[in-house]
């Protein structure tokens, strides 16, 4: 299977069983009414309990998309079924194999601002903003910082300081989001691979995990990687337009498009997984 074949197959998956599609749009929809809650009483008991609401579901989540891909690897072709204990573990062990992948790229890019001075360099220029005397004028009279205050505050940084941070600071920045792209396909390797043998072992061994996107192709897996990402940038731009209608939009939004993706993505990688 090409990966052009995979991307339109997994786009086609959810139409295959549209009660299951809009079963897991119902999880999303409660979703996004508890994040609606959180965001209406933003303190409070309401609050607290949308909160632990909120994160048991994604947790729950995390963990479905495991048996989204362990069915997909098992070349069944259903929405599988809610088996919430087991779900929400494998949502945990989930979560903790994005922790540990996503926090080797984390620290390569902390080093990275070090090496380029983004650190040095701003505290230099947060010492600039802080001593300046038209700010302390300011802040000790109890007025208003205006235009005029901000522009002689940089007026009194170095240019010299400035582009030097500004250098550094967008070097760090494509550095991190190459390292992020990169350790991103790592993780969804790690993920079926997971799925495949309901090890967080198995998921977090970087070796195998070469092994197999060498062994699907490594020219395959990057076109698959970027083909899924334009695909997904359009359903969710379409999504987007949906999500302005007034009132109802972010809930049509989280109940079709959110679940769409959601399964779309997770049989993605369990049919590019099966390729190698």
Do not use: H
């Not at 997994?10 to 009414?33: E, H, N, Q, R, Y």
């Not at 092994?211 to 990402?229: A, C, D, N, T, V």
């Amino acid at each position: 299977m090409g990966i052009t074949d995979i991307i339109k197959e997994s786009l086609t998956f959810p139409t295959k069983d549209t009660k299951g599609w809009m079963i897991i749009g119902v999880l999303f929809l409660v979703m996004a009414v508890v994040d609606y809650l959180i965001g209406v009483y933003p303190t409070g008991i309401i609050y607290t309990l949308c909160g632990i609401i909120s994160l048991i579901l994604s947790i729950f989540i995390l963990g479905y998309g495991l048996s989204l891909i362990k069915n997909t690897i098992d070349g069944k072709d259903n929405i599988p079924a809610f088996d919430f204990g087991k779900n929400f573990v494998d949502g945990l062990k989930s979560l903790v194999l994005y922790i540990v992948y996503f926090i080797i790229p984390t620290i390569l890019t902390a080093i990275v601002m070090w090496i380029t001075g983004v650190f040095s360099n701003g505290f230099q220029i947060i010492d600039y903003v802080i001593s300046s005397p038209a700010l302390n004028q300011t802040l000790t009279a109890g007025a208003p910082v205006t235009d005029a205050v901000i522009q002689n505050i940089t007026g009194s940084i170095p240019t010299t300081l400035i582009n030097s941070f500004f250098n550094g600071f967008v070097i760090s920045i494509v550095v991190g989001i190459v390292l992020f792209l990169i350790f991103t396909l790592f993780t969804y390797i790690g993920l079926a691979r997971m799925a495949e043998y309901d090890s967080l072992k198995a998921g977090l061994s970087l070796g195998e995990v070469f092994k197999k996107i060498s062994s699907i192709g490594w020219g395959s897996y990057i076109g698959w990687f970027i083909l899924l990402i334009v695909v997904s940038a359009i359903i969710g731009f379409i999504g987007g337009l949906v999500s302005m209608i007034p009132y109802l939009g972010v809930f049509i939004f989280a109940l079709v498009f959110t679940s769409f993706l959601f399964i779309f993505e997770y049989r993605a990688i369990g049919l590019i997984y099966n390729q190698g």
